[in-house]
């Protein structure tokens, strides 16, 4: 299912943790996975664009970074000890870039400094498609709603909260998203009395990330219109 945003360039969902590439001209969109910034240390929301684009990039190590690595040299150059891979793409948000990486397994969590990692062969193939000026929008959406046929789709992932959770424990505890009720009512409209809350309760129990139907139209001569 795809995250309530505008469907050009690329838009990034945290709580998915999934890069979206939507092409204007095939009227397709490409997903991949991706790794965010762990707590105190969080990939910001919002819009901004492509700037730049570097293969074999050299790494300017901040020095908030450095202030947790001492031995962390200032610069590090091209080739396998480089943390952003063989490709980094600079956003209009200083100091956050959207690169490959050299530790493969950091995909899919949170753990970085804020910069989204994706695998080096996802990294690789984007990297020619997407072009200085392209938009990029960055959501945090735990629940993502989608009609696909006659069923209300509906797919929850974990918040940040319990993403972090999850990461130190393996596990997390029950939460609701905000006004999630006016979320899932307004998605079903006039068919909101066939809801199915207790589906809805279990995805949000279980924050799964796999698509689950919470409101089916019965079709057929002897349906209700």
Known sequence: ILPAAPREGIVLNLADQRLYVFNSETASVESVPIGIGRSAWGT?????????????????????IRAEDPELPAVVRPGPGNPLGQFAINLGWPSYLLHGTNEPY?????????CVRLYPEDISRLFTEISIGLPVTVVDQEIKLAWVGDALMMEAHPSQEQADALEA?????????????????DAAGSHAARLDWQAVTRALDERTGMPAAILRIATGPNSES
């Open 169 to 185: 424990d393996g596990k997390f505890g029950p939460a609701k998203p905000a006004k999630y009720e006016y979320q899932i009512l």
């Open 44 to 64: 910001p929301t919002g819009r901004t664009e492509v700037v730049r684009k570097r293969a074999n990039p050299f790494w300017y190590v901040p020095k908030s």
């Open 106 to 114: 950091g995909v899919g969590r949170r753990v970085s400094h804020g």
